[in-house]
C-alpha cells in the first residue's frame, strides 16, 4: 500500500517529472500501479497527488523497455523480480522461442507459396465401404503428431491382435483440426476391423460409412510438414474445381496407393458434380 509522503521531501517527484524521466505516460504509471508492478512511494494526504521516488526510475525504465517488446504485464512482474542476469537469461530464452517462431511461419508461408513445385500426382475418386474402426484420439502438436501416430496404431494392433481380429490394414488418421507448431488440433489415428471388439482404456470402436473418396498419394518427399498443406491445397481446389462437397475432416491413410508414403483423403458427395 502507497505510503503518505511529504510534498516537500526533494526525493519524491510528481507522476509527469517521472513520466518524463521514465518514457511512460500518466496512463501507463495509473495501470502499473493498479497491477503492482510501479506502485507511489508516497500519496499527498491533502491533496491525493502521487509521488514517485527518484530510486523508482531505474525500474520504472525497465518496464517501459521490456513492454517495448510486448511482454504481457505478468511476464513483466516476474523478471521485475529477478536478478539482472536470471533475467537476461529468461529473456534470451524468450527471444529463442520467439525467433523460432517466426522461422516457422517463414516456412508456413513458404509452401503456401503458388509458385512453388506442383505436386505431381493427380488427384482421383474412388469408393469405399462402410467399415469398423478401432481408434484413438489425442490433441498434438506438428511435432507430436509422428510419434502419436506409431504409438497409436501399436496400440490399435496389439488390441485387435489380442482379440484374434486381422488388422494389417493401413493406418487411417483423421485431422479434425488444424495441426501445426502453435496449434493442436485433435488427430484420431484408427485402424479398420472386421469381427468384434471390446474398446479399453482410451480406445474406442465407432462405424465409418460407405462413401466416395477424393484422394491424392504424396510422396515422402512432399509428405513432411509444412510441404504436405501443398498436397491438401492441390487437392481441395481439385474438389472445388469439380463442384464436388467435402462432408468430413480430411483422413490421411498411412501407406498409401502405388507406392506413395501417405494418401490425402476427403469424403465427398457427388450430387452437385459436373
Given amino acids: 500500500m502507497a505510503q503518505a509522503g511529504r510534498v516537500n521531501d526533494v526525493e519524491l517527484i510528481l507522476p509527469g517529472e517521472f513520466g518524463a524521466a521514465t518514457r511512460l505516460s500518466s496512463k501507463a504509471l495509473r495501470l502499473y500501479a493498479e497491477q503492482g508492478l510501479l506502485v507511489p512511494a508516497g500519496i499527498d494526504p491533502a491533496t491525493g497527488y502521487r509521488r514517485y521516488h527518484r530510486d523508482q526510475i531505474p525500474r520504472g525504465r525497465l ?127 484408427a485402424v479398420a476391423f472386421t469381427g468384434s471388439v471390446e474398446p479399453v482404456d482410451d480406445l474406442r470402436v465407432r462405424l465409418s460409412p460407405a462413401g466416395t473418396d477424393a484422394y491424392l498419394p504424396v510422396a515422402e518427399a512432399d509428405a513432411g510438414f509444412p510441404d504436405i498443406l501443398r498436397a491438401y491445397e492441390t487437392l481441395e481446389a481439385w474438389i472445388d474445381a469439380n463442384r464436388l462437397l467435402r462432408l468430413a475432416s480430411p483422413v490421411e491413410i498411412r501407406p498409401g496407393t502405388d507406392g506413395a508414403l501417405l494418401d490425402v483423403t476427403y469424403l465427398i458427395s457427388t450430387s452437385g458434380g459436373s
Fill in 63 to 189: 518496464i517501459a523497455r521490456l513492454r517495448v517488446l510486448g511482454l504481457p504485464l505478468a511476464r513483466i512482474a516476474t523478471l521485475l523480480e529477478l536478478s539482472p542476469q536470471a533475467r537476461q537469461a529468461e529473456l534470451r530464452a524468450w527471444l529463442a522461442a520467439q525467433e523460432a517462431q517466426l522461422r516457422r511461419r517463414r516456412e508456413l508461408i513458404g509452401a503456401l507459396d503458388g509458385t512453388a513445385a506442383p505436386i505431381t500426382a493427380a488427384p482421383r475418386l474412388r469408393l469405399r465401404p462402410s467399415r469398423k474402426l478401432l481408434c484413438q484420439e489425442r490433441r498434438v502438436h506438428i511435432g507430436e503428431l509422428d510419434t502419436f501416430v506409431t504409438d497409436a496404431q501399436h496400440r490399435i494392433r496389439a488390441r485387435l491382435q489380442a482379440t484374434g481380429v486381422p488388422c494389417d490394414g493401413p493406418a487411417l488418421v483423421h485431422f479434425h483440426g488444424f495441426v501445426t507448431h502453435d496449434s493442436d488440433g485433435p488427430v484420431e489415428v
